[in-house]
């Protein structure tokens, strides 16, 4: 599990295919020997290999760890589901290692399990914030609702406004130096996670065939665009 408070944002120096999917390095820069962050006091030297870290919002499992750079295999179905597929050398991705029990949870509680990657479609800054607004396609498994939680690239983020099937988060400055969504464009899709609760209140909901438009026990959780 992971609180969406970014850690800091590694640099992508090599992709490589793999049989059944990808090998991602990441380099960490200054991070590496830098002061934990956010929950973490320990550096990130002190990585072990096999634990969690999420990367751009999506849980994986660190394989090889050295010279300040960290190694991640993804799986088709991973790539498939996410965006990582379409990180090119040179791109920065979010960090943030796994949260531990005791720990403040200073974001949400978020899972490292993305929804879906959705569009940008507008991006609006001044001096004291920038406003990302995001379209969530018809079919899509999430739901928001304003001043709720939403994980964007493993970014804790409040929603600040719903508009049919698109939502607006506003970004004060440190977020945009410390994570990678100052490099979004519009047209960029991102990772999305809906929040936990609402998720699991949402499938009982369906369960008991009190959620309109969904009487399915068996099916999915119900989607379409924010509620």
Do not use: Y
């Amino acid at each position: 599990m992971f609180t969406g408070i970014i850690e800091c944002a590694g640099r992508l120096v090599s992709l490589e295919d793999r049989p059944g999917g990808m090998r991602l390095r990441i380099d960490l820069g200054p991070a590496a020997s830098a002061p934990g962050a956010g929950n973490h006091s320990a550096p990130w030297d002190q990585l072990v290999i096999g634990e969690s870290v999420a990367v751009d919002g999506c849980c994986l499992t660190l394989v090889e760890f050295g010279a300040n750079q960290l190694s991640f295999d993804v799986i088709e179905e991973s790539l498939r589901c996410t965006n990582l597929g379409e990180r090119r050398v040179g791109d920065r991705l979010n960090l943030e290692r796994a949260m531990r029990l005791g720990d403040r949870l200073g974001g949400h509680i978020v899972s490292g399990h993305v929804d879906a990657t959705c569009p940008i479609v507008a991006i609006q800054s001044d001096e004291e914030e920038t406003r990302i607004t995001v379209e969530i396609p018809v079919g899509a498994p999430i739901r928001v609702i304003h001043k709720g939680s939403i994980a964007i690239d493993g970014v804790s983020l409040t929603v600040a406004a719903v508009d049919g099937p698109r939502f607006t988060v506003a970004l004060i400055p440190h977020t945009l130096v410390l994570t990678n969504l100052s490099d979004r464009n519009v047209g960029d899709g991102v990772n999305l996670e809906m929040d936990q609760i609402g998720r699991w209140v949402e499938s009982l909901l369906v369960e008991r065939g009190t959620m309109p438009g969904r009487t399915d026990p068996s099916s999915e959780p119900a989607s379409g665009g924010p509620a």
